[in-house]
């Protein structure tokens, strides 16, 4: 072979990114502007003068930049690749097609210098710096041209900022002074702080909020003034709270709960809010008109926090509002109050609640992975009765089927097909023998479930499994949530073992496990905290705890006892008895708005017991695969320095333990568009709590840090919003089978041979993210 030609075509690709790159910068955008028209380049902010300190002009610089407008072209690389797309579009004819696709959806229509107001900025970035307590702001607009683009400058030169020397509140003697008084002690107005006209905004509305919880339901924060004196010392003022003169009077009383009246089948499309004396039902302090009858009162008083009396107050008013969505039972939720035509000071509170189609049936598609590295389709058809019993019970039958096929490493044809049923039945109350009360926002919940699954793996085994479970669902808050099951029975029944698995097991006999029969019952419960949704927050966190109870009551008054032989049996099959806990914790850390460093590490350990030797194989755990260990195939990884390898030609790992460490931790960034990136490093192994003789070294020891397995890896994301397609190519660089001392094997490391990638390198398709 030529030379010449072997090394031209080792670099064909670098010549091509390079071509690519050449072709997009030199696609400068400004060739399709209009006559006389220029490329918006950007704004640069300066801040002259003596004041302020140097952290406070940094931090102040990057407060106007924010409010330039218009924001120019996104760029990348110093290139504008959404305004090259919309170039190349150029005008299609119709609002459809791949030209209009690419104009609309990848390009991007050029930033004007014309739309570009000098004059408005200026005022804007002024009056902001003085809404800041830099007074007497002075500020100038400028703009530059280079060919056909042009970027603007904007001066800001601040004088030294004022700061809060006393804040004063109303002295009066009135209900409404009085309440405001009470505020001060959370007040967000402090002496020693910088002037600011947002902050005092939001102590105006905490004022207000505050109020609302003491009956003050007319008041409003624009009733509330902040006089600002700047004359009391050397740039410094005193602020002082007032009520407004001409607050109205409403405002500044204090009202009571008088009738609590529930239209529980009223249409937002004809005012069916008349009545008539058959419809009405008087239960409690509610009455309930509903000319159906269709729930019970009942309902109401479980939902409703206002009681007649009970002063207003808008915590209450909103937790009302959040149980009666979280019913799950209406589709509209709407609510009134009216001053009583009462002497004293009352509401009347109005609730008019549309509800939802009793019965419905909705048809799924999903795409699904799990955590062996299986990626598939699933058809779901779900049928739906939202008051079963007039106490808004919700009744859900569901009938499933699909496929799941191996897509990371190689797929062998041991592919899984699946269908079954299931029926969830919840009671929006807890369903015991005690008294239970919840000041939540969301209603306790009673559920129980029964459930069929047959589960067929190609060339391996057959699996019926039955579920059934009752438990109890409750909320704190948005962010802790309890789970507990007081039983969850599981029974497996394996089938139809092809002699190729029964191969296997002659080889590893650990595998025999998986085609036992098992019972499984016994209480579970897990707990959940997370403030993941607070977005603006640089860390957040996620935790969840379970521990699962198989078997102990019963093997405690049965005396089952394995190791004497005293095994119990239920319906002929020995039931499982062990105690499973497991911890998982989650931090995020946010780098910037469009990036972040997720962590995760999760710890548990099962211990078997009484009528069992080893815990169930479907309890216990793994390591590998698309959601964990990403450089090593699903179930792949120990126990312990255990090969658990095996070849990829004949069959599937199937290794599990007793113990579990596993950490990871990734970057997360936006590339561009829809596009995200991510590098990682996943960490962690199984192990033994027992010898196991057809397993040398699963057993934990001291030594378990020197046994974890390592990889490293990058990925793509392709966030479509309805879904999150995610492709992860990861490597391992420490192997715990290896022997000590030659378990680091990123020296190894070698992307140019063929045979290294083929034995290292493993895709990961799955969909959502990893944690």
Not at 108 to 120: I, T
Not at 166 to 184: C, L, N
Not at 467 to 493: C, D, M, P, Q
Not at 546 to 571: E, H, M, P, Q, R
């Amino acid at each position: 072979m030529n030379p010449t030609y072997s090394i031209m075509k080792n670099k064909a690709p670098l010549l091509y990114f390079l071509f690519v790159i050449l072709f997009l910068s030199g696609c400068s955008g400004t060739k399709y502007l209009p006559e006389g028209e220029l490329l918006y380049t950007g704004a640069k902010i300066k801040i002259e003068g003596n004041e302020p300190a140097k952290k406070e002009r940094k931090a102040l610089k990057s407060e106007l930049e924010l409010l330039v407008r218009p924001k120019p072209n996104s760029s990348f690389l110093g290139m504008r690749p959404k305004l090259f797309f919309y170039n190349l579009a150029g005008q299609p004819k119709k609002e459809k097609g791949i030209r209009y696709w690419i104009k609309t959806k990848l390009g991007e229509a050029p930033v004007l210098y014309s739309k570009v107001d000098l004059e408005y900025n200026k005022s804007v970035l002024q009056n902001y710096s003085e809404n800041k307590g830099y007074f007497n702001v002075k500020s100038s607009a400028d703009s530059t041209r280079a060919g056909k683009k042009a970027k603007a400058t904007y001066t800001v030169t601040p004088n030294k900022r004022y700061f809060i020397r006393e804040v004063k509140f109303p002295e009066d003697s009135s209900a409404v002074a009085a309440a405001v008084r009470k505020t001060q002690r959370r007040s967000l107005l402090k002496k020693g702080e910088g002037y600011s006209l947002e902050v005092i905004k939001t102590e105006r509305e905490r004022i207000d909020t505050r109020l609302k919880e003491k009956g003050f339901y007319y008041f409003n924060p624009d009733y509330l003034l902040v006089q600002v004196d700047s004359t009391v010392a050397d740039h410094q003022v005193d602020l002082i709270v007032k009520i407004k003169t001409d607050a109205p009077q409403l405002s500044k009383e204090q009202y009571k709960i008088n009738k609590v009246v529930v239209y529980p089948n009223y249409s937002i499309n004809t005012d069916n809010a008349s009545s008539n004396s058959d419809s009405i039902v008087h239960y409690k302090d509610f009455t309930i008109i509903d000319n159906e009858h269709l729930f019970n009162p009942s309902i109401f008083d479980r939902t409703l926090y206002f009681k007649k009396g009970d002063y207003y107050n808008r915590t209450n008013h909103n937790l009302s509002l959040n149980r009666l969505v979280n019913l799950g039972t209406f589709k509209f939720v709407k609510n009134q109050f009216k001053v009583a035509d009462t002497i004293s000071n009352y509401l009347d509170a109005y609730y008019y609640l549309t509800p939802l189609p009793k019965k419905s049936i909705r048809v799924e598609v999903l795409a699904k992975t799990n955590s062996a590295n299986y990626t598939g389709t699933e058809l779901n058809v779900n049928w739906s009765n939202r008051n079963l019993w007039k106490g808004a019970e919700q009744l859900t039958i569901s009938a499933f089927g699909g496929v799941e096929v191996q897509v990371s490493g190689q797929n062998n044809g041991f592919n899984v097909y699946r269908f079954g049923t299931e029926a969830n039945l919840i009671w929006p109350r807890l369903i015991a023998p005690f008294k239970f009360q919840s000041s939540s926002g969301f209603v306790p919940k009673t559920k129980a479930t029964l459930g069929y699954e047959f589960q067929n793996r190609t060339k391996l085994y057959s699996l019926q499994t039955l579920k059934g479970s009752f438990g109890y669902l409750w909320k704190e808050n948005e962010r802790k949530e309890h789970l507990l099951n007081v039983t969850e029975i599981t029974f497996a029944s394996p089938q139809n073992v092809t002699p190729l698995y029964r191969e296997q097991i002659a080889a590893n006999a650990s595998l025999g496990k998986v085609i036992e029969k098992q019972l499984i019952f016994g209480p579970t419960y897990s707990y959940t905290y997370t403030n993941t949704m607070e977005k603006r927050k640089k860390n957040t966190f996620y935790y969840k705890g379970s521990i699962d109870l198989a078997g102990n009551i019963t093997g405690l008054l049965s005396g089952a006892n394995i190791k004497s032989g005293d095994t119990v049996k239920v319906f002929k099959v020995p039931f499982s008895q062990f105690i499973k806990v497991e911890n998982e914790f989650r931090h995020y850390l946010k780098l910037g708005a469009e990036s972040q460093l997720a962590t995760r590490i999760i710890v548990g350990a099962g211990f078997a017991y009484g009528n069992s030797n080893e815990m169930p194989f479907i309890k216990q755990f793994f390591n590998g695969g698309t959601n964990s260990i990403r450089a090593f195939r699903a179930r792949s990884i120990g126990p312990g320095t255990f090969d658990g390898s095996t070849n990829a030609n004949t069959f599937l790992p199937d290794q599990s333990g007793d113990l579990k460490l596993e950490f990871n931790t990734e970057y997360r960034a936006k590339i561009y568009g829809l596009v995200k990136g991510a590098l990682f490093m996943d960490a962690g192994n199984i192990w033994l709590l027992k010898d196991n003789i057809d397993k040398p070294g699963a057993k934990f020891s001291k030594d378990f840090l020197n046994e974890l397995a390592v990889g490293v890896g990058a990925g793509l994301r392709f966030d479509f919003s309805f879904l999150v397609l995610r492709t992860d190519l990861a490597f391992p660089i420490r192997k715990p089978y290896l022997p000590d001392g030659q378990r680091w094997v990123l020296d190894k490391v070698n992307f140019g041979s063929g045979s290294w990638r083929n034995d290292n390198l493993v895709f990961n398709l799955a969909i959502g993210y990893p944690f």
